[in-house]
């Protein structure tokens, strides 16, 4: 587990068979450590260059007034861990909650941020964007109501009862190899000179590797042939799990997908090396740049 992605490695035991236990959830939200983790719309709380946590025991009011329940997230050797979604307060208070404390947008900060603190961060958001896009049954409209302490939606509908669970969307992203040299392009719309190696969500019916050889055909015009798993990472914007891949080209013939890239080239390591590179690579807390770097270092 030495090698783990940004936005992994929390530093808490999620006590997943605990969640099912109402009276030992309630234990926990009125100890003396525990702490809420807020999120407002959207945005983590912040001080510095580190996530900022609220003492449950002084957050009372908030924990009664929120429209939603609190998310158990963990435990660490303090106490108990909540996401809580105060969307609903004005800025002027959301901005007063503590002195030196800022709401702010995680993709913003996440590279300034250790890994346990970025993974902490993104696991709060990532459960409070999941229930405010969950209140309702999408098999028949109700209401849905937190269960298991938040990890579940059960549809109030007793002629439903559905249960709905957090979400996760697979996607893959791979470095495409060819004779020494690595594929990497521009999609439409991204800043400046950035360049990334291809990706793509994986359909449904469709198992990891066929998505790689899926998207690197339609994008690139490219058959790939051994394509081999390097690691996974949660990617909280909103709620995707990279699958990270490399393969390797049968031709160097690039025939582009005009809707998806704005440009794509080879690059050599040398070149990738070089001080006077002429494109951008990906930002440090991407899985796709450490496919990118681990790529470079082999050769
Ligand atoms: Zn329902």
């Known amino acids: 587990m030495a090698d783990l992605t940004h936005y992994s490695g929390e530093a808490i035991e999620r006590a997943g068979l605990r969640r099912r236990d109402e009276a030992w959830i309630a234990r926990q939200l009125s100890s003396d450590g525990c702490r809420i983790v807020p999120v407002w719309r959207g945005r ?4 510095e260059d580190a996530a900022a946590s609220l003492p449950a025991r002084g957050a009372r009011r908030l924990l009664e007034t929120s429209p939603s329940e609190p998310i158990f997230l963990g435990i660490d050797e303090f106490g108990a861990l909540f996401a809580l979604d105060l969307s609903h307060l004005p800025e002027a208070e959301a901005s007063n909650l503590t002195p030196d404390g800022e709401f702010l947008e995680l993709y913003g900060v996440a590279t300034r941020l ?8 993104s696991h709060a958001a990532w459960l409070i964007h999941w229930t405010r896009r969950h209140r309702f049954c999408g098999a028949c409209g109700h209401a849905t109501a937190a269960r298991e302490a938040g990890h579940v939606r059960a549809c109030t509908n007793a002629d439903c009862g559905m249960l709905h669970f957090p979400r996760t969307d697979p996607a893959v992203i791979v470095v495409v190899e060819h004779e020494d040299r ?4 521009q999609q439409k719309g991204w800043p400046g000179r950035l360049h990334s190696c291809l990706a793509g969500f994986v359909e449904p019916g469709e ?3 066929e998505a790689v050889v899926r998207e690197v055909g339609e994008e690139a015009g490219l058959t790939v042939r051994d394509v081999r798993f390097f690691a996974t990472q949660p990617w909280p914007y909103p709620c995707s799990l990279m699958l990270g891949f490399y393969a390797t080209a049968g031709s160097g013939d690039l025939r582009l997908d ?3 890239l704005a440009e ?9 090396r070089a001080p006077d590179l002429d494109i951008e690579l990906p930002r440090a807390d991407s899985i796709a740049r450490r496919l990118i770097d681990r790529w470079i270092a082999r050769g």
Request: proline share 0%.
């Open 44 to 47: 983590s709380l912040l001080t």
């Open 114 to 121: 250790v890994r346990r603190e970025a993974s902490l961060l």
């Open 182 to 185: 690595c594929l990497l392009a």
């Open 207 to 209: 198992a990891a590797e």
């Open 258 to 260: 005009d809707d998806e």
């Open 264 to 272: 794509a080239r080879w690059f050599g390591r040398d070149e990738l």
